[in-house]
């Protein structure tokens, strides 16, 4: 099990953002990786964990052949782009945007007087030359929701080997995923093969069990 902490690893960001990142794979950052970050797994290329300042926002940007999951853990991002635009996400929001051969253009912006913290992730698709494409989720309360990633015959996801849960685990309960898995903590804090694992850790493990201390928050990405 290897776990990396997010405030071990350098801060950056751009325009009215500020992230740590904690995943980058070399088939996308090649030369530019920065030090302690993870390489991934399956298709998964990117994770940051990222606020935006006050009214801070991303400025008007293009993506091309890359899934974008943006994950809200607290306040509200308003959304301009070329797909779905003036979709509003709040706390426990998925936003997951496919943008395919054609691309997309987005600005997620942070209408509040106070920052915002969103997480996210790129997926690499497993077909290239999609059509460009938009979902949005609202995790559930307890247990896990697919937000990315099943099985081809399935419309509810974006379909694809690598999947995303995020799973929301209430204190004194567990949750556990076989084979190797990426595990982020966004809230909250537990146990994991012994270990004591708190928000903003990544873990990085095989038959992973997580014993929540606090009601907790978690991202997990795997292949089935």
Known sequence: MKIV?????????????????????????????????????GKCAYLADACFLPHGDTRMHTHKEIDVISIMVDGRIHHEGSLEHGQELK?????????????????????DDSKN??????????????DASYKIFHAQDNGRTRVYGGPPEQHDTIPARTVIDITHVAEGESVDQPGRSLAYVTVGAGTSA?????????IDTRDFNYEALQDSKLILVYEI
């Open 91 to 111: 706390v426990d929001d998925v936003q997951v945007q496919r943008a395919g051969e054609e691309g997309f253009s987005h600005n997620e912006i942070n209408p």
């Open 117 to 130: 913290r969103m997480i996210q992730i790129w997926m690499i698709p497993e077909t290239p030359e999609e």
């Open 5 to 41: 902490k997010r405030n071990h690893l350098r801060r950056g960001g751009f325009a009215g953002l500020r992230e740590t990142r904690l995943v980058m794979s070399p088939r996308i950052f090649r030369g530019q990786l920065e030090a302690g970050t993870l390489p991934g797994i």
């Open 194 to 202: 012994d270990e004591t694992v708190r928000e903003g850790d990544l």
